[in-house]
């Protein structure tokens, strides 16, 4: 069983910063791409960052310069780093991955639980 848990997120002013983290766990063999999804309530989820396992990264134009992604692939875990946050960000934060499975030696596609992101004066 494999499983993904985020953390980190919570209430914070406008322009404040979060840091997100999400650890996978479990019978792994190893952990591919990595991703941060948002959805907003009423809206799609839609994909925040994505990083590989060899460091190539993704974001979405809103967040260029304000977030970044990185990862310790000894830890099997992956962050999100977010600054000067905007109410228009208030999301349920998600995490997801690639994991190949150490028993059967295949590829899924994992996510997280979600962590509640408020942005809020």
């Known amino acids: 069983q494999v499983q993904l848990v985020e953390s980190g997120g919570g209430l914070v002013q406008p322009g404040g910063s979060l840091r997100l983290s999400c650890a996978a766990s479990g019978n792994i063999l190893s952990v591919n791409a990595m991703g941060w999804y948002r959805q907003a309530p009423g809206k799609q989820r839609e994909l925040v960052a994505s990083?590989?396992?060899?460091?190539?990264?993704n974001y979405v134009d809103s967040v260029k310069g304000r977030f970044t992604i990185s990862r310790d692939n000894a830890k099997n875990t992956v962050y999100l780093q977010m600054n000067s946050l905007k109410p228009e960000e208030t999301a349920v934060y998600y995490c997801?991955?690639?994991?190949?499975?150490?028993?059967?030696?295949?590829?899924?596609?994992?996510w997280g639980q979600g962590t509640q992101v408020t942005v809020s004066s």
């Open positions: 990083i590989t396992r060899d460091g190539s990264i």
């Open positions: 997801n991955a690639y994991i190949v499975v150490f028993t059967t030696k295949i590829q899924y596609l994992y």
